[in-house]
């Protein structure tokens, strides 16, 4: 054999391997950028919340200013980290980024009195996935603010101030976050749901606009 042949291939130190496709992991946890996003993206859904209380936002005492603050607060976060949390069950890479769009019409929801969107991001996932993962995934955040909203709604009925005062704002927007989320269109999760198992779709979607017409028949003259 030749000493050619004896002799090890040297790589280049150019040489360098391409994936497009994340390492699978199920490992939890918040980049820095992920949690600077999720900061702004809570501020902007918060001020929506407190803009959806109307002429009643005059007469909230700072206590249950507060205590609304946190809860529309927890109703988002809780709803990404529930897309985050099932994406990396099944394997995928998954981050909360905010969306320059999204974030402009959140914010213009804010002060507008004819429209009110929350959408100023999005968890974004990586990896091969099935419909059935993708759809499992996005029926993951409503379910969170029906589970949320129901459990506030069952609050309602403590009449005890603030306690009744906050959970029927804390349940009107737990139930307006499932049910604009759960509209069967474009980039929502309610497509992606549709698209998996359309039972599922119409229980969570039926879930959710029984929650709100409730919460409206029982509470009305409050929230308008």
Do not use: C
């Amino acid at each position: 054999m030749s000493e050619k042949a004896r002799a090890p291939r040297e790589e280049a130190p150019f040489e360098y391997k391409v994936t497009y496709t994340p390492p699978r992991s199920t490992k939890f946890g918040f980049s820095t950028t992920e949690m600077r996003h999720l900061a702004i993206s809570a501020l902007l859904v918060s001020g929506v919340g407190l803009s959806m209380l109307g002429a009643s936002l005059v007469s909230t005492e700072p206590v249950s200013m507060v205590a609304l603050v946190l809860l529309f607060t927890s109703a988002f976060l809780l709803h990404e980290i529930a897309h985050k949390i099932v994406a990396q069950r099944y394997g995928l890479w998954a981050e909360f980024r905010l969306t320059l769009l999204g974030a402009l019409i959140t914010l213009l929801s804010i002060v507008s009195p004819f429209f009110k969107i929350i959408s100023p991001g999005a968890v974004m996932i990586a990896g091969a996935a099935s419909k059935e993962t993708v759809g499992k995934t996005a029926v993951a955040g409503p379910l969170t603010n029906i589970t949320f909203g129901v459990g506030s709604f069952a609050l309602t009925f403590i009449r005890i101030w603030p306690i009744s005062e906050v959970a029927v704002f804390t349940t009107t927007f737990n139930a307006f976050i499932a049910v604009l989320n759960l509209i069967p269109i474009g980039i929502l999760d309610g497509w992606k749901v549709f698209e998996w198992n359309k039972i599922v779709w119409a229980a969570a979607f039926s879930a959710s606009v029984v929650l709100i017409v409730g919460i409206f028949a029982l509470y009305s003259p409050l929230l308008l």
